[in-house]
């Protein structure tokens, strides 16, 4: 029979919706409204996974976030899926899961071989060993990575697709269970905007693992059910199930991962796997429930050995037995309630060991009314079977409980639920900066009462009310108190709902259970069940010196397990302050970290991939670009046509040709992309001032100039040509990858240094499309297209502009020139770019127009020796160093980079100085980013004096040009240098000026 | 060494249930005077205790921590080694690094897992391959090995790239450097510790300094959390808050602090073999031993001691690393946090002199701290112990942001015309 663990009634599942899966190639069956392991637990599957470090074999031990072992590959190809926790998934038809970690099967798995040697595999082994030889650190990594890991990274494109949101409201709650669905209602009867998230399918939390809750007189999961229908009629409250609150940035930023698609067998088109909404929240109210902890005894870590809580969900929630016949071990009352609960179910629990001597609570009392055998003052001392569980040993403890007597009795059973106590889910309440104080009764990390600087409150079992009255009573009251800290105006009204309030009897709290032999000698006791790592091995870091609770965890990487520590540190911890004789909170917790569970990167990078990471920028002309069959380069983020290819022409061919149209007729380029700032204001020349090298009072209207813009450090920013439309308004133009850069800079400024300045910036780069023609027929071809402009060298000289009408459209001509040609920049809003393109391109066809890409562009200026900034300059060049001391004006007041240039380095006449270089052979075009040489050696290291920023075959000079960067190269004209190649070619050079071509300068102002 | 790491000893000590092992170091109370004391325990600060006490005979030394060993930025990290450094005087620094590196698990017997699994750098466009050229040419005058390769070479050697790039980030080439790649971060700390301790190094946790006060004869009295301690020459090594420290001693820095983040996945069976970076889409990515692929990006915006980050800069990180590897979209996050840079203006470190007499600083390591331990706590341990810098360290002087001759290693190179 299938599911032979699966009871003949109860649990919240739909026995009329049967369901197939497969699991290690089994086909298993379960119902709708299972978990993966409470399917595989129904049908008997105890063995799960092997542990990280000694492949110790292991079953699912919880059923809930916390579960460290039952870690599975889910689904298939591209759609799969490593470390999966089973008691987080729920099943659908057709789900796939198989183990991790195991080879060739998690029943024969080879790796076990290593649990042969965890005597020697202790804690931080390998920082004491694989160091000899001294090359052989990469052979044993090789099989120790092979050995480490547990699931399958998937290999191909995930063909699903994810989703964010930037979301808000007053009051958001963590947790849809007692505590967060009574803090949700008395929220929302404010009229507050509330959301409520829970990780689960549907609310109640910790209720629908309980039997025979009541809430205002009805039974618990009907109160749950009737407050979810009221929230989800109100208008002002958001439900998001399936939604874990992840991450607690700083201002309340709270990050949710809800999961959409996971668990439908048919994934609907068009809805995202998983969205991450990003809630800036005025108020956040954790109600984040209390997680079990397990108890530290020997060999606590076999197929069957799970969580008390863990038995009593499975058995409530889902009507899955965990075994047959079980023991259940504790230290307080409330793993009685696993026990009454079993008991009904028809389990039979052999044996309650309880550590306490004189056990109290109320749960206990009606266990041993009912007959059930307790055990107290014992301990589980040992447990035996390799893949399940077969049989614990019992022992009375001594009366300090540090040893255990050597009177052992064997009990056969096929489960053990174990319960330490109870862990407030704190993880947010930290992550938001928040302090925490140790409950000595409960031994326990509480939330320290909120404050100014961590606002959030918690309510329920994660502040460490464990009783369904104080968590309805305490989420009712901060639910208004929420509602009130975030401005809602408000009559008090209504009351907390209420619930029977409950004794939680005592405790005692035993950190680490003695075994038979002294700890380390026999057996593991098991803290963090996924690293291996045990109470010993804190020990033994102890021992060696690592004291920090840092140190303890990073020797023995306890807690940086994939459940990052939920079921293991503050065991953990308490053994370290046991073992140092110091009080638990002078140990201190290591730090809570996002995420509170492991969320997908897909989530979290949203849309934000493929073409939208950093969408392209295009100009209006981009079409027929495409159209021309341009290759494009990217600059910045804009798409920039780089050369036009004619059929059967590479790059060079295409280059030659564009440069050649160009100085010999006209050249059309695409200059949209270039950075436009519009700088208005009446202290706009002053701004200009002071952020060029150059004055600019001077500067008439109608007028351009060229200016140098300079950091902080004195070193060359940005430049570009800035015209001046009016007396208080200019229009500034920037590399096109610095646009924004520029603009920060510049807003920097006039916001925190300059706030006396009345000046106004405004990016227009995208307002105005802009086409360059140059060449020797420019003027003869811009005059078809235009009769209210004066092109004569007189109406519009070299660095003029106008406003005027170009082909009918409204537009600004600047006489300006990046190729030393007679040029001109049309620029025209930029709905009409296209249209301006197209009648030049018409227009110029008499003249054999040619378009030209950057590439082009780049021979061009380089021909006249024209910088780039960014690829002539690297940060740490000065327009000193460019030999453009001309720009830097000594006679106006400060500039920004000013002071900079006076320190005594900067006049250095060995500093590196933008030089010309002329290759020795004028077929040879250097590589650009060579580095030069003044005496080539045999092999490095050799003396660099500099390196080439830009180097071009120049068809007009016949010949290769290049720039370089050369220390004291302004002295050193017509000196040797030489390039040494990666293939030990030395290429010979010579030092020249940087204008190669029209050095008179004739051209330009044809 | 007394109690020397082997295959042997683990054997051993096996039969006595581990129960035999010494601590790793002592933990003892400071001494009323040191002939140096280091400010700070984390990997710099240890390691120059280290160099101190092996290169020079200084042996009557101590290191203040203020809380535990290698608890900064050594335990933050994403643990990438390399020295494939552009200007010539950072090349030398990181190199000598790495050459340190290549012996450091048996010059300490302590294994630090140095793994030369080779360090990628992507260039994405035309510029990025224009500034990898200059870099790959610079390193191979300057004798650190690097070398370019194509697109179809980068897939070869780490298959799990899309070149593609999401078709915004396509890979043009990259530069790689073989003996680059990652350590264990926190075994360095305790390594350096550990040998320093065998030499006779005090090193003393859990002590904060409250201030320093300097005498006539060029002592120094530190006032520390566990009472007065004199010394003749004082270190200070607190990357996170060495402008904190230097206020304290009565001199400024031109240093900022920010925050850095950086996040591991979810352990998994090996799928990246090597350490890629990317300046372009700002992230990089290998994987641990453990399995983990470990993430990390550029640092936050803003002035920060909050050893944790914003959320924006992990989704930027994620998106720019879906890029890259669009299979990893389906891996899961599973612990992000942050560390503190100091960064100086020129991106490179302040190692010099100070106007206090016989104080030394090293500071301003930026995000490349924990490539550079060794030969950091190397060249500041002969600056110290001779007072004077030497080739190496004296680029890295503190008055060169006076002077004007800076080692600029981020540069404003990114834009194009």
Redesign the interface.
Request: hydrophobic residues 30%; proline residues 7%; charged residues 25%.
């Given at each position: 029979m299938s599911q032979k663990f699966r009871l003949e009634s109860g649990g919240l599942i739909n026995r009329d919706k049967p369901v197939t899966f497969s699991f290690n190639g089994h086909e298993l069956k379960g119902y709708d409204g299972d978990t993966l392991a409470s399917a595989l637990i129904a049908n008997g599957v105890h063995l799960v996974g092997r542990s990280?470090k000694y492949h110790r074999p292991r079953g699912i031990m919880s059923a809930g976030p916390e579960e460290a072992n039952a870690l599975l590959q889910l689904g298939e190809g591209?759609?799969?899926?490593?470390?999966a926790r089973a008691t987080m998934e729920e099943l659908f038809d057709g789900l796939v899961a198989t183990t991790s970690n195991a080879f060739p099967t998690v029943k024969y798995d080879i790796g076990e071989v290593n649990s042969l040697f965890s005597?020697?595999f202790?804690s931080g082994?390998?920082?004491?060993?694989?160091?000899?030889p001294?090359k052989a650190?990469?052979f044993y990594?090789h099989f120790?990575?092979?050995a480490?890991?547990?699931?399958?990274?998937?290999?191909?494109?995930?063909p699903?697709f994810?989703d964010?949101t930037n979301a808000f409201c007053d009051v958001l709650v963590v947790g849809g269970g007692p505590a967060g669905l009574s803090a949700a209602l008395s929220a929302a009867a404010t009229g507050a905007h509330v959301t409520l998230v829970d990780d689960q399918p549907r609310f109640g939390g910790s209720l629908m693992a309980q039997s025979g809750q009541e809430i205002d007189g009805k039974p618990a999961l009907e109160w749950v059910d009737e407050a979810e229908a009221k929230l989800h009629d109100l208008d002002n409250v958001q439900v998001l199930r399936r939604a874990t609150a992840f991450?607690y940035?700083?201002h309340n930023?709270v990050?949710i991962w809800e999961r959409l698609t996971d668990h439908l067998p048919v994934k609907p088109e068009g809805l995202p796997r998983h969205r991450v909404h990003?809630m800036r929240a005025k108020q956040v109210i954790i109600a984040s429930g209390a997680i079990e902890r397990p108890l530290v005894f020997c060999d606590n870590d076999r197929p069957g050995i799970m969580l008390a809580s863990a038995c009593r969900t499975y058995v409530n929630r889902f009507g899955a037995k965990p075994g047959n016949k079980g023991v259940i071990f504790t230290n307080n009352d409330s793993a009685y309630a696993t026990v009454l609960d079993l008991i009904d179910a028809g389990i039979e629990i052999k044996a309650v060991v309880d550590v306490r001597k004189d056990p109290l609570g109320p749960l206990m009392e009606k266990a041993d009314a009912a007959g059930v055998k307790i055990l107290t003052n014992s301990a589980v001392v040992g447990t035996s079977g390799r893949l399940h569980l077969k049989s614990v040993e019992v022992a009375e403890l001594s009366d300090d409980g540090e040893t255990a007597k050597s009177d052992v009795t064997e009990i056969a059973c096929d489960f053990l639920g174990s319960s330490g106590g109870w862990n407030p889910t704190v993880h947010l309440h930290c992550q938001a900066g928040g302090k925490l104080d140790f409950d000595e009764e409960r031994g326990a990390f509480v939330p320290a009462p909120s404050n100014r600087t961590n606002p959030n409150i918690s309510v329920g079992s994660c502040k460490g009310a464990f009783g369904l009255a104080d968590c309805l009573a305490q989420g009712f009251e901060a639910g208004q108190e929420a509602a009130k800290a975030a401005g809602i105006k408000f009559r008090k009204s209504g009351k907390a709902p209420t619930a029977e309030a409950v004794d939680e009897g005592n405790r005692r709290l035993l950190w680490l259970v003695p075994g038979k032999k002294?700890l380390?000698?026999s057996g593991k006791h098991f803290i963090d069940l996924q690293n291996d790592s045990t109470a010993?091995d804190l020990q033994?870091a102890l021992?060696?010196?690592?004291?920090?609770i840092?140190?303890v965890k990073?020797?023995t990487?306890t807690g940086m397990?994939?459940d990052?520590g939920k079921t293991a540190n503050v065991n953990a911890l308490a053994i370290v302050a046991q073992t140092l004789n110091e009080a638990i909170p002078t140990v201190g917790t290591t730090?809570y970290?996002?995420?509170y569970v492991?969320?997908?990167?897909?989530a979290?990078?949203?849309r934000?991939?493929?073409?939208l990471?950093?969408p392209?920028r295009t100009t209006p002309m981009h079409s027929w670009h495409v159209n021309a069959g341009a290759e494009f380069?990217?600059?910045?983020q804009w798409k920039r046509a780089?050369y036009f290819p004619q059929p059967g022409e590479d790059m060079h061919a295409a280059v030659n040709r564009e440069v050649a149209a160009m100085r010999n007729s006209v050249g059309i380029l695409d200059a949209t992309t270039l950075g436009k700032i519009d700088v208005k204001g009446k202290d706009a020349a002053e701004f200009l001032n002071r952020v060029y090298t150059n004055a600019w009072t001077k500067l008439g209207i109608g007028k351009c100039r060229y200016g140098l813009m300079l950091?902080?450090?004195?070193?060359?920013?940005?430049d570009g040509v800035t015209s001046r439309i009016a007396e208080d308004h200019f229009l500034m133009t920037t590399?096109?990858?610095?646009a924004a850069?520029v603009l920060g800079h510049l807003e920097d400024y006039l916001q925190t240094e300059w706030t006396d300045l009345e000046v106004y910036l405004t990016s227009v780069t995208e307002q105005w499309a802009t086409a360059s023609i140059a060449g020797p027929n420019a003027r003869a071809l811009l005059s078809e297209l235009t009769d209210d402009i004066d092109l004569s060298n007189e109406a519009l000289p070299f660095m003029a502009w106008t406003p005027g009408t170009v082909a009918g459209i409204p537009a600004r001509v600047f006489r300006i020139s990046f190729t030393g040609d007679l040029s001109y920049e049309i620029a025209v809003p930029a709905d009409y770019g296209l249209a301006l393109w197209q009648a030049l391109m018409t227009a110029g066809s008499k003249y054999d127009i040619t378009p030209y890409g950057?590439e082009t562009?780049?021979v061009l200026r380089a021909e006249k020796g024209f910088i780039?900034?960014?690829?002539d300059?690297?940060?740490?060049i000065t327009p000193v160093d460019l030999n453009m001391n001309w720009i830097v004006s000594k006679k106006k007041g400060d500039f920004i980079g000013k002071r900079?240039l006076d320190?005594?380095?900067?006049s250095d006449p060995n500093r590196k100085q933008l030089v010309g270089i002329l290759t020795d052979d004028p077929k040879e075009v250097l590589?650009?980013?060579?580095?030069l040489?003044e005496v080539v050696k045999d092999k490095?290291?050799?003396d660099?004096v500099g390196?080439v920023s830009s180097s071009y075959w120049s068809p007009n000079c016949d010949r290769s040009i290049a720039m370089a960067l050369v220390h004291g190269g302004l002295k050193k004209m017509g000196q040797k240098l030489y390039s040494?190649q990666?293939d030990g070619r030395v290429i010979e050079c010579t030092i020249t000026d940087t204008v190669f071509y029209d050095k008179e300068g004739n051209r330009q102002n044809g | 060494m007394k109690n020397r790491?082997?295959?042997f000893?683990?054997?051993r000590n096996?039969f006595s249930?581990?129960?035999e092992?010494?601590?790793?170091?002592?933990?003892p109370e400071p001494k009323k005077s040191y002939d140096a004391v280091i400010v700070g325990g984390g990997g710099h600060g240890l390691a120059t205790a280290y160099y101190l006490a092996k290169n020079h005979g200084m042996t009557n030394i101590a290191v203040l921590e203020k809380?535990?060993?290698g608890?900064g930025n050594t335990?933050r990290n994403t643990t990438i080694i390399r020295s494939n450094y552009l200007w010539?005087e950072s090349a030398k620094l990181y190199e000598h690094s790495v050459k340190l590196w290549e012996?450091l698990?048996?010059e300490l017997?302590?294994?630090v897992?140095?793994?030369?699994?080779g360090v990628l750098n992507l260039a994405?466009?035309?510029?990025d391959l224009?500034?990898?050229?200059?870099?790959?040419?610079?390193n191979?005058?300057?004798?650190v090995d690097s070398?370019?390769l194509n697109p179809e070479e980068v897939k070869k050697f780490c298959p799990?790239i899309?070149l593609r790039g999401?078709?915004?980030?396509p890979v043009l080439g990259a530069s790689l450097q073989r003996r680059g790649g990652t350590a264990?971060h926190?075994?360095v700390a305790?390594?350096y510790a550990r040998a320093a301790d065998e030499l006779g190094v005090d090193v003393i946790?859990n002590c904060p300094v409250l201030g320093f006060e300097s005498h006539a004869d060029g002592s120094i009295t530190i006032n520390s959390g566990k009472g007065p301690i004199k010394a003749g020459k004082v270190g200070l090594v607190v990357a996170g808050h060495s402008s904190v420290i230097a206020d304290m001693a009565g001199f400024r820095l031109p240093t900022e602090s920010r925050p850095l983040q950086a996040l591991v996945?979810?352990?998994?069976?090996?799928?990246i073999d090597t350490v890629v970076m990317s300046n372009a889409?700002h992230a990089y990515i290998s994987?641990s031993?453990?399995?983990e692929l470990v993430i990390g990006a550029g640092a936050d915006a803003y002035i920060s001691y909050?050893q944790?980050g914003?959320?924006h800069q992990?989704?930027?990180t994620?998106?720019?690393?879906?890029?890259m590897f669009?299979?990893?979209?389906?891996?899961?996050?599973?612990?992000?946090?942050g560390g503190i840079v100091d960064t100086n203006?020129?991106a490179s470190p302040i190692i010099s002199k100070t106007p206090v007499a016989n104080m030394f600083i090293n500071c301003g390591w930026g995000t490349g701290g924990f490539k550079g331990t060794p030969g950091s706590g190397w060249t500041f341990a002969d600056l110290i112990a001779s007072g004077e810098p030497d080739d190496m360290n004296a680029p890295f002087k503190l008055d060169?942001f006076?002077?004007?001759?800076?080692v600029?290693e981020?540069?404003?190179?990114?834009?194009?015309?």
């Open positions: 990280f591209a759609y799969t899926e490593p470390n005597k020697i202790v082994f390998y920082y004491k060993t694989f160091m000899w001294s650190w990469k990594e120790i990575r092979k480490a890991g547990i699931g399958k990274a998937p290999e191909e494109h995930d699903d994810y964010k991450a940035y700083d930023y990050g990003m002294p380390g000698q010993a033994l021992r060696e010196g690592y004291r920090s840092e140190h990073r020797y990487t397990a994939t990052q730090t970290r996002p995420p492991p969320v997908t990167f897909g979290i990078a949203g934000d991939i493929d073409d990471l950093d392209a380069e990217d600059v910045g780089w950091g902080e450090d004195g070193m060359v920013m940005d590399t096109t990858g610095n850069p950057t562009m780049h780039i900034v960014g690829q300059t690297d940060g740490s900079s320190r005594e380095d900067m590589p650009e980013g060579a580095q040489v490095p290291p050799m660099m390196w040494p990666a | 790491y082997s295959i000893s683990l054997i096996a249930y581990h129960q092992w010494p601590p790793a170091w002592r933990s809380g535990w060993l608890g335990a010539d012996g698990s048996q017997n302590y294994n897992m140095f793994s030369q699994r994405h466009n035309q510029h224009r500034e990898l050229s200059r870099r790959i040419n610079a191979r005058l300057n004798g070398e370019f799990a899309d999401g078709g915004r980030y264990r926190d075994a305790w390594g946790q996945s979810e352990p998994m069976k090996p799928c889409v994987q031993d453990k399995g909050g944790k914003s959320g992990t989704e930027h994620l998106a720019a690393i879906c890029e669009p299979q990893f979209r389906r891996v899961k996050m599973m612990r992000q946090w203006p020129d060169r006076k002077t004007g001759y800076l600029d981020h540069g404003a190179a990114a834009v194009a015309h």
